[in-house]
């Protein structure tokens, strides 16, 4: 089974397609994965690999840790562009996110005072205050909607029982401008089931949810790493930007593809 985990709490400097070099923040297990999703994707994993051992890092791990990168980073001079919340799960779940990313601000403008910060998350938190509010607080709140029609959703990203698309189509849009729509753009199947959020129809449901959220940028992108199902494929730049192409002609919203 495909299990690609980090196993510290702050983990890089990485290069990343979209943001350059980013230094990762995993609020998630080190030996496990916790998520609210269980996408095909997930270069992490299933779920069904379990938590893991050794829990959630409490807050004040997560702030001693990262004061010791930075300021080791500071000294050695070494480029960063980004401080990214992502990891071995949905970093939002973290009991006290909001706390968390207080200190990854007060911690970035003491060392780094020109470094973004991105969370990367599934948007099946947002209706959480505090979540809400802390993702208001980062320079790239960059939210998942990987398809606005509920059966691919169901079929591609496995969310937890309870999800609505709808009113998590209606939380991103909350942000406006304020937020950054991700999108994965892939085909294959599971279990003998098609699944395939590049079709026409796919597009222009999309673009409908796009248009209602009316985010900063949208992020296009597709598989680059070993999935769990290995069925999926890689999408080619080509297609890519003939999508983004449709959907800027449509919206008028900067779309990013990475390939």
């Not at 990262?66 to 919340?85: G, H, P, Q």
């Not at 192409?245 to 900067?254: L, N, Y």
């Given at each position: 089974?495909?299990?690609?985990?980090?196993?510290?709490?702050?983990?890089?400097?990485?290069?990343?397609?979209?943001?350059?070099?980013?230094?990762?923040?995993?609020?998630?297990?080190?030996?496990?994965?916790?998520?609210?999703?269980?996408?095909?994707?997930?270069?992490?994993?299933?779920?069904?690999?379990?938590?893991?051992?050794?829990?959630?890092?409490?807050?004040?791990?997560?702030?001693?840790?990262?004061?010791?990168?930075?300021?080791?980073?500071?000294?050695?001079?070494?480029?960063?562009?980004?401080?990214?919340?992502?990891?071995?799960?949905?970093?939002?779940?973290?009991?006290?996110?909001?706390?968390?990313?207080?200190?990854?601000?007060?911690?970035?403008?003491?060392?780094?005072?020109?470094?973004?910060?991105?969370?990367?998350?599934?948007?099946?938190?947002?209706?959480?205050?505090?979540?809400?509010?802390?993702?208001?607080k980062v320079d790239n709140n960059i939210m998942k909607l990987d398809s606005a029609i509920p059966e691919t959703v169901a079929l591609l990203d496995r969310p937890a029982p309870g999800y609505d698309l709808d009113a998590t189509i209606r939380r991103i849009a909350s942000f406006g401008e304020g937020g950054i729509v991700q999108t994965m753009i892939t085909r294959g199947s599971h279990d003998g089931i098609t699944v395939d959020n590049s079709t026409d129809d796919e597009i222009a449901a999309l673009i409908e949810a796009y248009?209602?959220?009316?985010?900063?940028?949208?992020?296009?992108?597709?598989?680059?790493?070993?999935?769990?199902?290995?069925?999926?494929?890689?999408?080619?730049?080509?297609?890519?930007?003939?999508?983004?192409?449709?959907?800027?002609?449509?919206?008028?919203?900067?779309?990013?593809?990475?390939?």
């Open positions: 089974m495909q299990r690609v985990l980090f196993h510290s709490t702050i983990f890089g400097p990485i290069h990343s397609r979209r943001l350059g070099a980013s230094l990762g923040v995993n609020l998630m297990p080190d030996d496990g994965k916790i998520c609210s999703f269980d996408c095909l994707y997930c270069e992490a994993g299933f779920n069904a690999q379990g938590p893991g051992t050794t829990g959630i890092p409490p807050r004040g791990k997560v702030y001693a840790d990262l004061r010791a990168k930075l300021s080791a980073m500071k000294e050695a001079a070494e480029r960063l562009d980004v401080i990214t919340f992502s990891g071995n799960g949905e970093p939002t779940l973290h009991p006290d996110f909001e706390g968390v990313i207080d200190d990854t601000i007060a911690l970035r403008d003491e060392f780094f005072p020109d470094v973004k910060i991105s969370v990367l998350t599934n948007s099946t938190r947002l209706g959480d205050k505090d979540v809400a509010d802390a993702l208001r248009k209602l959220i009316c985010p900063r940028e949208i992020m296009l992108y597709t598989i680059d790493r070993p999935t769990p199902e290995v069925s999926l494929v890689h999408v080619s730049r080509e297609e890519l930007d003939r999508i983004a192409d449709r959907i800027f002609r449509a919206t008028s919203i900067p779309v990013l593809v990475s390939a």
